[in-house]
C-alpha cells in the first residue's frame, strides 16, 4: 500500500503537533460550554481520535455519516445524508470535525442545516484545508493545514474505500486511478 504514495504531505509527527495545537484551543475556547464534537463519517475517525485526545473540557461526540464522492476523485458536489443525528441539537455548540475541506459543499450544506435545527454555533474544525478545490464559499474555523490541489489519502482520506488505514496523508500516485 505504501509504495501506492507518490509523497508525504503531512507526516504522523505533523499530524500529532496539530492535534495537539487545535485539542488546546478548542479546549481554551470551549471553556464555558460543553459542546458536540460532531464527526462527519467515515473520513473524520482518525482525526476525531487524535484530535479529541488532547480536548480537556467536558463535551459530547456525535456522528453523521455523509458522502457526496461516491468513489473515484471528484467530489459530486451531491451531499447525500446515510445516516443522521438522533438527538437534538437545539442550543447546542457544535463543532464539525472533518479530514478536509475541498469544494466545501459538504460543509456548507450540513452546517446549514445545524443552524436549522436550532444550534446556537456552528463551527468546523478540520485536518486538510484545499482552498483550491473550492466550488462555493466556505471558510473553515480551525484548520490544521492548508494543501495544493492535489489529491491526497491516508488518515481517513480514501481512495474508492482503501487507503484510510495510512498513518499519514500522502498524494497517490496518478498510476493508482488512470488504471
Ligand atoms: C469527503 C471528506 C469530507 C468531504 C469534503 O467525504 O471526508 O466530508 O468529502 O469534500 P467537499 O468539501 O468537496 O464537500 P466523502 O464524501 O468522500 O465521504 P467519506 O468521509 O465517507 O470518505
Redesign the pocket.
Known sequence: MHNDIEKILVSEAEIDTICKEMGKQLSNDYKDSTPIFLG?????VPFMAALTKHVTIYMEQLYM??????GGIK?S?D?KIKYDLEVSVKGRDIIIV??????????KTISALLYHRGAKSVKVATLLDKPA?R?VE?TADYVGKVIPKEFVVGF???YNELY?NLPYVGVLKPSVYQK
Open positions: 462527519l463519517l467515515k473520513g473524520c455519516a455523509v458522502s457526496s464522492y461516491h467530489s458536489g451531499v472533518e479530514d478536509i475541506v475541498d469544494t466545501g459543499a459538504t460543509l478545490g466550488l466556505f481517513g482520506l480514501d484510510r
